[in-house]
């Protein structure tokens, strides 16, 4: 009896991964598709990789969401890491306030934290236009930009914005599990309170500082609505410019460009869990 719910059980959830993967199985064959149709398969090529390597409008947008994703992972894991530390170091009383607050941008919608951004960022530059008029009416020494525009500038500050509670979210259940006593004990055998953290702290919370980098390096990557407010017109990431071939006919390229990242994010992930699994069997073999 307790052998078909099992059986049912891995029915269930390998429809629910068909269900989940199907498509993108889809897009990955259609890549290799000697045709434009996405319905009619007629035969195996290479041809949309070589031309999506040589169309520039793709490159381009593609260089500029990887550079994006990359240096918002990067400060986002520093200073989501740094503020995840800070919080748990806080009273009870305060920080749960506060991570109230940081869970904000992950459950608030992405259409008003974009239209957010966007009214204030105009609202920054205005003021700034007219700060530096009156600084460089002042003096003549140092002349200011009278104008600024968005750009690739304020398209990483979005990012980070939702990139960095990510990495918090993930930081704190490793503080949580860490036994206090080991920054104590540490400062007790010589170790300043920055050396205590670099040699006891950051190994004990390392995993979820990986997985907070990896959750913000794929938000960054897919995201299409907060880019497309805070980009301004002589920027565009992946997504914006797939949206916009989406008002013509779609370019098997983009099945290709999606394929490759679909490889390397998987590739990524799988590298990481191996590690992970590796470093986690090493722990229980040192404790046998």
């Not at 149709?37 to 260089?63: C, H, K, N, P």
């Not at 779609?250 to 990524?268: G, H, M, R, Y």
């Amino acid at each position: 009896m307790s052998a078909k719910p099992s059986r049912l059980n891995r029915v269930l959830m390998a429809l629910v991964f068909l269900f989940l993967y199907a498509p993108i199985f889809v897009l990955i064959v259609f890549s290799f598709n000697d045709s434009q149709s996405r319905t009619v398969w007629q035969g195996f090529t290479l041809r949309w990789y070589v031309e999506l390597l040589q169309d520039r409008a793709i490159m381009s947008a593609l260089w500029t969401t990887l550079l994006v994703s990359l240096l918002a992972t990067a400060i986002a894991t520093v200073a989501g890491t740094m503020a995840a530390v800070g919080f748990f170091n806080m009273k009870k009383r305060w920080r749960g306030p506060i991570l109230t607050v940081n869970n904000i941008p992950m459950t608030n919608a992405d259409i008003v934290t974009g239209v957010s951004l966007c009214l204030l960022f105009v609202a920054f530059f205005a003021g700034w236009g007219d700060f530096t008029r009156w600084f460089n009416s002042l003096q003549g020494l140092v002349h200011l930009p009278t104008r600024l525009h968005m750009g690739f500038g304020t398209l990483l500050i979005a990012h980070l914005t939702f990139d960095i509670p990510y990495v918090i979210l993930n930081v704190m259940p490793k503080l949580r599990q860490m036994d206090k006593n080991l920054i104590d004990a540490a400062q007790d055998l010589g170790c300043t309170w920055m050396q205590a953290f670099w040699k006891v702290v950051l190994p004990e919370i390392k995993p979820g500082i990986v997985s907070g980098a990896l959750i913000a390096f794929t938000m960054s990557v897919d995201d299409f609505v907060i880019s497309y407010f805070t980009a301004g017109s002589a920027t565009s990431t992946l997504a914006m410019v797939v949206y916009g071939m989406t008002k013509r006919r779609i370019s098997p390229k983009i099945n290709a460009i999606s394929s490759l990242l679909f490889v390397t994010v998987l590739t990524l992930l799988i590298v990481v869990n191996v590690r992970e699994a590796r470093q986690e069997k090493a722990l229980e073999e040192r404790k046998l």
